[in-house]
């Protein structure tokens, strides 16, 4: 069975990627990798108004930006297409036509304002909102004779007393009592059909073999199952995944975190990341390994390990996962990742980055240690591209600075001016400048606190002579000069 493995991923083009719809569509990619099956892709633009191309195109970007590959649906095609639905009209019509000769469905032509009243009269006597089958009684000539009238009818589906039991690869065994489940509308007014009924049509004309998908999804599986069985069809293995939860338990919601997949690649976070951590929003690999490959996730993946329950979104520990990957990768690549970054916080142009290659890696590499996400790298490094008059100093870095006074920096500037105006670089000073404090009779933070100030405003950060390196002899000079006045006058 295991070649046999078709999932897919059914994204509606109707806003952008949600973080939970990318976990979805990892979870079903790993899936069919592990098990040597097929991951689809198909876009369910059904809702026309709503859909748009830009969106259906940034949610596949988004996809392959987390290293998906899809092996039939847009772009790549397939045998089983065409992958958006709107195009499979025709065979969904089909199918709604067989289920309404079958005695499955039928036409109803309850106005919305009887709807309305029956459901106000169902909530006022506190019964289950539901349709009252009325239209059931109507005869076919009855039928006939409204639908050559011109009556506006929707198509419902005609549920059968009992229970639907089925078996989700994660929860177990659930089961729904019909009377839960309303004669949902297949067909609205105007013959468009709903979600319930084409997302079977689809999957089963597509030979899916499990839908993975999230919890929300749930209550729609007993609708889903019955129209299986009208078809006489064998369902497809269903698995809902945990709900992503904000910090408030609640299902995460704007207000309590970016949703969009965007918002984190924006913010610079690194794919590599974004993949692991929304794996383990509900997954683990083995209960012990946080940080691990798309690949790790590919030749373990299994529902076993999937959680029943909601996982909670922990943007600290995203952030920390980030720097897992940032400062333990390769500087080159950080590099390539940051340069956009650097153009669009205004710190250097498309020409400069180019310019000056080998000095941006050595300013990169200065902080690569210290950051977790890419927006964080301009952040870090902002001190670099100040005028040497005006290097913002933050509170602490000039309280450290104070307590020290500026004794030891004046006497330093004398004795470091003529060497770095010679041939001296800052780094051939590092041991020099360790053994002139010593030999001064200063402390190593005498010089090195206001020193740190005066160059980057900061209170932590890169080695000073890293620092005073990227900055060049003449800007490390001026920036101490200044730094001499400044941290003597009121600052
Ligand atoms: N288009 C549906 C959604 O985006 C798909 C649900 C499903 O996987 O069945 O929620």
Known sequence: MSENVRVRFAPSPTGRLHIGGARTALFNWAYARRHGGKFILRVEDTDRERSTAEFESAILEGMSWLGMDWDEGPVVGGDFGPYRQSERLEAHLEVAEELEKGGHAYRCFCTSERLGELREKQIATKQTAAYDRKCTALTQDEVTHNLAAGLPSVLRFRVPEGETKFTDEIRGDVSFSNKEVDDWIMLRADGSPTYNFVVVCDDSAMKITHVIRGEEHLTNTPKQVLLYRALGLEAPSFAHLPLILGTDKKKLSKRTGDTALDDYRERGFPPEAVMNFLCLQGWALDGETEVFSIDQLAKNFAFSAVSKGGSVFDLQKFLWLA?????????????????????????????????????????????????????????????????????????????????????????????????????????????????????????????????????????????????????????????????????????
């Not at 000039?398 to 470091?416: H, L, P, T």
């Not at 200063?442 to 100030?453: E, V």
């Open 323 to 491: 720097g897992e990957y940032t400062q333990k990768g390769e500087l080159e690549a950080l590099v390539e990742r940051a340069k956009p970054f650097m153009v669009s916080a205004g710190l250097m142009t498309q020409a400069e980055l180019s310019e000056r290659g080998e000095w941006l890696k050595a300013a990169i590499g200065s902080v690569q240690e210290r950051v977790r996400i890419y927006s964080e790298i301009p952040e870090q490094l902002a001190y670099l591209f100040a005028t040497d008059a005006e290097v913002v100093y933050d509170e602490k870095a000039v309280k450290n600075a104070k307590k020290r006074g500026v004794d030891a920096m004046s006497n330093y500037f004398e004795w470091v001016r003529p060497r770095l105006e010679s041939s001296s670089t800052p780094a051939e000073l590092r041991e020099e400048t360790r053994t002139w404090i010593g030999e001064n009779g200063f402390k190593f933070p005498d010089l090195f606190q206001p020193l740190r100030c005066a160059l980057t405003g900061a209170a932590g950060g890169p080695d000073l002579f890293d620092v005073m390196e990227l900055l060049g002899p003449e800007s490390s000079l001026a920036r101490i000069q200044h730094g001499l006045s400044r941290l003597v006058d009121s600052e």
